[in-house]
């Protein structure tokens, strides 16, 4: 087995229209400074190719569109990585492998059916789709879409309008700075924390899963807020108007000027408008997303035989991360990322190449490593998150009341300082 590296250049003015089409090669963008479109394919074969032997490009001047499209080849730990001009268009589709994409500037969409997508740092016009691979974006100015099945989708740092669908798949936005959003699920979670904006419109919407709002509490907001079936709860200061009867449970509350309008709506699911404070919100999340990537950049190098079982036992390892208690955070979360590790290497040793099998293992230990150093440092500064939980478990169950909820975490929150 060899490695080999091919590279072509286009001279592709702004405004360049660029079309990939990819089955199972991992795809890098990029963007650049220059009128130019770099694509750079790196991979092993059992003999010396041509970057024309795998992928099939064109470049139509008259239209400054450039077209590429994967061939059948079999090649292992695949990598192409495209470099863009300033403010182009792009059209991704990637059916198994990943998609990561930096920097950009333009109009861009990007689907995949069973790959990752992340987006990071780019500006313009953004729609990330796919069936069954996480999504997620951070640092995005302009106009944000992300549409997935069953997937979990993760938006930081956002800004301008944002629209977000599930049907299966949970749902986070962190440090929201965005004026527009619109949020819909069938069956999972939402959970959606505001930045401190001074005027804004929101819209949630969910069928059988929670909702759960972290608001600042200097926010002028304006919140309506109903479900039918689900139970609801509000930790904000303040009156608010409700009623309920059998069929559903309704309130309406503003603060000040009113100018950030929230509609909140769900069917069975319940609806919890918390303060985005030490007692709960955005100071006490932790990202495990570097642990995640590695699975996804290790998925797109494992031999094509394993790839289709690695997918299963890679989504399994991500649930496993997604279901870590943070009301044990103090003590057992070094125990769960161990359950992690022992799934992967389960999985590594099923691959019959000792090399990969290393390899593979190696990456593991370094993010397992280093979330454990992440959250030794940051465990310092915690309390006990578990009584936090626990009050919020007594609000659920309906056994203290929201004023006497928030008067508890207060109290945690003093400690803390």
């Not at 740092?121 to 729609?127: A, E």
Request: hydrophobic letters at 35%; aromatic letters at 6%.
């Amino acid at each position: 087995m060899i490695t080999l590296e091919k590279n072509q250049k286009f001279a592709t003015p702004s405004g360049v229209v660029v079309e990939i089409y990819l089955q199972n090669i991992a795809l890098d963008l990029a963007g650049g400074n220059a009128n130019e479109t770099n694509l750079n394919l790196n991979w092993q074969a059992e003999e010396d190719m041509q970057l024309e032997d795998l992928l099939q490009v064109e470049y139509f001047a008259d239209e400054n569109r450039l077209k590429v499209e994967e061939k059948q080849a079999k090649v292992n730990n695949a990598k192409f990585t495209v470099q863009l001009p300033p403010e182009c268009e792009v059209l991704a589709d990637n059916e198994n492998g990943s998609i990561s994409a930096n920097n950009l500037d333009g109009n861009v969409k990007l689907k995949t059916e069973n790959g990752s997508i992340s987006l990071q740092n780019s500006q313009g016009k953004f729609r990330l789709k796919s069936e069954n691979g996480f999504l997620r974006a951070k640092a995005i100015s302009g106009e944000l879409k992300l549409n997935n099945e069953n997937g979990a989708s993760k938006v930081v740092q956002c800004s301008g309008k944002l629209k977000v669908k599930s049907e299966n798949g949970v749902i986070r936005v962190l440090e929201a700075g965005c004026d527009k959003a619109e949020i819909t699920s069938e069956n999972a979670l939402i959970y959606f924390e505001f930045a401190e904006i001074e005027q804004g419109k929101f819209k949630f919407k969910n069928e059988n899963g929670k909702i759960h709002l972290a608001v600042p509490s200097q926010l002028p907001y304006n919140i309506d807020a109903a479900t039918k079936s689900g139970k609801m709860h509000i930790g904000l200061k303040g009156e608010y108007d409700g009623e309920s009867d059998s069929t559903s449970k309704i309130i309406e509350m503003t603060q000040g000027a009113g100018t950030v309008a929230i509609k909140v709506q769900n069917k069975q699911g319940s609806i919890n408008i918390m303060p985005a404070n030490k007692g709960f919100g955005y100071s006490h999340h932790f990202d495990f997303d570097f642990i995640t990537n590695t699975l996804d950049n290790v998925l797109d190098i494992i031999p094509q035989e394993y790839r289709k079982k690695a997918q299963q036992d890679f989504n399994k390892t991500k649930e496993k991360l997604q279901n870590i208690d943070l009301g044990k955070i103090s003590g057992n979360v070094e125990t769960a990322l161990n359950e992690v590790k022992d799934e992967l290497d389960k999985f590594a040793q099923k691959v019959s190449e000792s090399k990969f099998q290393e390899d593979l293992k190696q990456k593991v230990r370094q993010g397992v490593q280093k979330v454990k150093t992440n959250l030794s440092s940051s465990s310092r500064k915690e309390v006990d998150e578990r009584s936090r939980l626990k009050i919020l478990q007594l609000l659920e169950d309906g056994k203290i009341t929201p004023d006497e909820a928030e008067r508890l975490l207060a109290a945690i929150g003093k400690n803390d300082e």
